[in-house]
């Protein structure tokens, strides 16, 4: 049995509170923090940086940071994302020149890093890199906004990315984001996933009558 893990995607949270939002989704019971970083140039909005990962730890947030960068280029802001108190980092291959060089960057930095495959990326990416890798992220909408639907495609993706693990004797997660909601987790997870971004089916669902706001949507996930 695979130890899951649910990542809530800041990007849906209120932004105006966005430290007490953190607090709430990590009382309710969300694993770790998904903190999505986008450029306005490899994708299509502008959202956060290393200043904003900065003061959630200035906050007292201790839960594992997973970033997700959609920017290009990559390398300048993986040191900067170290600086801020990353845990995790990701970046999508093909947006960099030096995809090993990028990856040795994270580790060297003292992160767990990870490739994101976009639905039409292949996963032969992965051949000669899968040693450094401690995650790997299939986007299963394409990258950019939250609130999108599914790809139903992925299921097929995650079943091949969890062979490929599995061949590799190695111990890294498999993330799924985009479209990620209560009702088909199940098939997600089937399909080879443990660990589940969810932006929109999380933070869209705040209540105030919970204890901790989102007791009740994680209950479900
Ligand atoms: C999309 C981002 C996602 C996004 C997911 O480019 O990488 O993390 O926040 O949002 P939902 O869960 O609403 O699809
Ligand atoms: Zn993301």
Do not use: W
Request: charged share 25%; glycine share 8%.
């Amino acid at each position: 049995t695979r130890d899951f893990m649910i990542a809530p995607s800041i990007l849906s949270a209120d932004f105006a509170r966005l430290g007490e939002e953190v607090d709430d989704v990590l009382a309710s019971g969300a694993d770790i923090v998904h903190f999505d970083v986008m450029d306005n140039h490899y994708v299509p909005n502008l959202t956060i940086g290393p200043m904003v990962c900065e003061a959630l730890r200035k906050h007292g947030v201790s839960a594992p940071i997973d970033v997700h960068l959609m920017v290009r280029p990559v390398d300048r802001l993986i040191g900067d994302f170290i600086d801020a108190g990353a845990s995790i980092i990701t970046f999508h291959p093909e947006a960099t020149d030096h995809i090993d060089r990028s990856l040795q960057l994270i580790r060297d930095g003292g992160c767990q890093a990870g490739l994101v495959f976009n639905p039409a990326t292949p996963l032969s990416y992965l051949d000669y890199v899968i040693d450094k890798l401690d995650m790997i992220l299939l986007m299963s909408v394409n990258p950019g906004f939250a609130g999108q639907a599914f790809l139903p495609r992925t299921l097929d993706k995650l079943r091949e990315t969890r062979q490929r693990i599995a061949a590799s004797g190695r111990m890294i997660r498999l993330e799924v984001d985009g479209g990620v909601k209560a009702d088909n987790l199940a098939e997600i997870a089937h399909a080879g996933a443990d660990t589940f971004v969810a932006g929109s089916a999380i933070f869209k669902q705040r209540r105030e009558d919970d204890p901790h706001r989102y007791d009740s949507v994680l209950r479900d996930f």
